[in-house]
């Protein structure tokens, strides 16, 4: 089983970190980081780097970087994933953020970078990990034309959206599925198939404090109750879903 969304490189686990991964290591195969703040790769790519082989690497852009950010930069940083790439298994986050920009032109800026990331990712033939909040209209429409694998990340939109979508869209669902009903109708509704499973931690804990990657269990089981499926089918197949989204057979020695 993977985690196939986190954020390790974050403050909140500096202290511990390693003691995390590896009581991690004893029950998941990896743990997929991705960085959302630039200023993070560094350190992220650090951690990917001592644990060659559980540790794989996203490098994203989230929207409301934008304003820290001039078109020099983001260039720049563009160029250095470009550089990385054999080090990265996908570009994300990146997306749509409306609920914390408001205002429609910051709103058409974050639109216009979104897609040169989406074309950074169709250039180095990577999946994409897609943020997307209060805009799932906008990312969707953009999406349109990316012929990669795209993975809606904590998707939060309409739950019946991602049952018919085309093949190459999966959603990951984070352990707050255990307090919203929302997430819990879009397991419901969604194709094993098509389910992998996240943490996002150190966020979206579902319980008080931090998030961790093994509290993917606790989404599995959820998932398992609601679908009616054993918990080891359900294991396996999102493991296995994650593989396949990330391409990781090779690099897992399986
Ligand atoms: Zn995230």
């Known amino acids: 089983m993977i985690d196939a969304h986190c954020h390790l490189e974050y403050e909140r686990f500096d202290e511990d970190r390693e003691e995390v991964i590896q009581r991690t290591k004893k029950e998941l195969k990896a743990i997929v980081t991705s960085v959302a703040e630039p200023k993070y790769t560094e350190k992220a790519l650090e951690i990917s780097e001592k644990h060659r082989g559980f540790i794989f690497l996203c490098l994203g852009f989230h ?125 419901e509704l969604t194709p094993l198939e098509k389910i992998l499973l996240e943490t996002d931690s150190p966020w979206l804990s579902p319980t008080k404090g931090r998030n961790e990657p093994l509290n993917i269990k606790i989404t599995a089981e959820k998932i398992a109750g609601i679908k009616k499926i054993p918990f080891e089918k359900i294991w396996k197949q999102m493991g296995d879903n994650a593989i396949k989204f990330f391409d990781l057979t090779k690099a897992l020695n399986l």
């Open 63 to 187: 929207p409301e970087c934008l304003k820290d950010f001039t078109e020099k930069q983001i260039e720049e940083y563009m160029q250095l994933i470009k550089n990385l790439k054999d080090k990265v298994v996908g570009i994300g986050e990146i997306g749509l953020d409306y609920y914390w920009i408001k205002d429609s032109k910051t709103r058409e800026e974050t639109k216009e970078v979104f897609k040169q990331f989406l074309e950074l990712a169709k250039e180095l033939k990577k999946p994409v990990v897609i943020h997307s909040r209060d805009a799932e209209k906008d990312c969707l429409k953009i999406l349109e034309d990316f012929p990669g694998k795209i993975l809606l990340h904590c998707y939060s939109g309409p739950p019946e959206i991602p049952r018919n979508l085309p093949d190459n869209y999966f959603v990951s669902i984070p352990p707050i599925i255990v307090r919203s009903r929302k997430h819990s109708l879009l397991a």
